[in-house]
């Protein structure tokens, strides 16, 4: 067996000084909620938070299930003021997504969160120093995307990273082909593993898992599957090849996700098998009801028409439906349809986190 390089050694050395207790399993890209006028509705964050709390300890915010794409940077500002506030009470971990698709605004972008919330220059410094600075904090790092761009090189694609990995922070690359219309080749993302210890976790929503699957020597990065379906097989402790999930029904089944987990962990395959299956054909059969809505991303508008029930309850139909960023509100027919999936699968929740 090869000893460990020194990048694989002082990244597993990043993360248990960011993660004491080991990196969660399961990472949840929260939804953002707005009120009736369109504003972010702290009260609803933090019960959602709350509800969420016993069985998922990691979060990504804004991710694209929280229109990470969509929100103004004063949006992101005040959303992240209000999280905030609330994971440090929980004890929770923080990932900030900065989702922009063009370069200089996701530099730019990068630059105000560093300052706002670190209150540090935004310029070149080791991973040990910045461990420090997020140690006092509940954030663990800041999460990018590729820039957007289906003709876009590797090369290219790597040279951005580069630049902002070089910046020290901890750092979450997001594989997500379904936004960016490129794709993050296995060699660039090992190269990248190679080069820099503070690239500390890799996500991929592709579903098609190329960088997992490929067998490339990651060094210690820890890996997420964001693709949903099949749960069972991808974790390595069930011999696949992630170590967790970052998933966006996470929203909606932190306690059946999390049994899952517990069961794989325990052998308990076949609970863990039915289970899944169950969540696989309820979560499918809703991301096909939102399928063709003009407004939104299928992720947030799925977990928002599923969520609407866990937060009211099986009588949630009668509650006003959600509000989408653009500005419109789910139609009454994909509520009606989440819930009768919802009843047909066993996963009602008997009462909402708001009653």
């Known amino acids: 067996m090869s000893r ?14 960011l993660f004491p207790s080991g990196v969660p399993t399961l ?11 369109g ?8 019960a959602h938070l709350r509800h969420l709390s016993p069985h998922i300890k990691g979060f990504l915010i804004p991710g694209s299930t929280g229109d990470g794409w969509e929100l103004t940077d004063d949006e ?7 999280v905030l506030k609330q994971v440090g009470k929980l004890k929770l971990h923080l990932l900030i997504g900065v989702l922009k698709t063009d370069p200089a605004e996701m530099r730019r972008a990068f630059s105000d969160l560093v300052v706002s ?51 020290g922070m901890p750092t979450a690359i997001y594989q997500l082909p379904q936004i960016t219309q490129n794709e993050m080749a296995p060699e660039l993302v090992a190269d990248l593993a190679r080069r820099f210890p503070n690239f500390i976790l ?17 060094e210690n990065v820890f ?65 096909g009801i939102v399928t063709g809505l003009p407004q939104g991303n299928p992720f947030a508008n799925a977990n928002k028409a599923i969520d609407h ?34 009843s047909r699968h066993g996963l009602m929740p008997g009462k909402g986190y708001l009653e």
């Open 117 to 167: 919330h670190l209150k540090t220059r935004f310029e070149a410094r080791s991973p040990e120093k910045s461990a420090s600075e997020l140690a006092a904090t509940c954030i663990r790092g800041f999460t990018f995307c590729p820039p957007r761009g289906s003709d876009l090189a590797q090369d290219r694609i790597k040279a951005e990273l580069c630049s902002l990995l070089e910046v």
């Open 76 to 82: 992101t500002r005040r959303l992240l003021e209000m």
């Open 39 to 46: 504003a972010i509705d702290e009260h609803r964050m933090a």
């Open 4 to 17: 460990p390089t020194q990048t694989a050694v002082a990244r597993r050395a990043l993360l248990s000084r």
């Open 223 to 287: 890996l997420v599957r964001g693709a949903e379906g099949d749960y069972v097989r991808w974790l390595k402790a069930a011999r696949g090849p992630y170590d967790g999930f970052l998933l966006s029904t996470a929203n909606c089944f932190a306690r059946e996700f999390h049994q899952i987990v517990e069961d794989i962990a325990g052998r308990r395959v076949k609970a863990a098998r039915e289970m899944s299956e169950r969540l696989t054909a309820c979560i499918n059969e809703v991301f």
């Open 202 to 218: 890799f996500k991929d929503t592709s579903g098609a898992d190329h960088v997992a699957l490929s067998g490339q020597k990651l």
């Open 309 to 342: 029930f866990f937060a009211h309850g099986p009588r949630a139909d009668a509650a006003p439906p959600p509000r989408l960023h653009a500005g419109v509100f789910l139609p009454p027919e994909v509520i009606r349809a989440t819930g009768n999936a919802l």
């Open 27 to 37: 990472w949840c890209p929260l939804v953002t909620h707005y009120d009736r006028e």
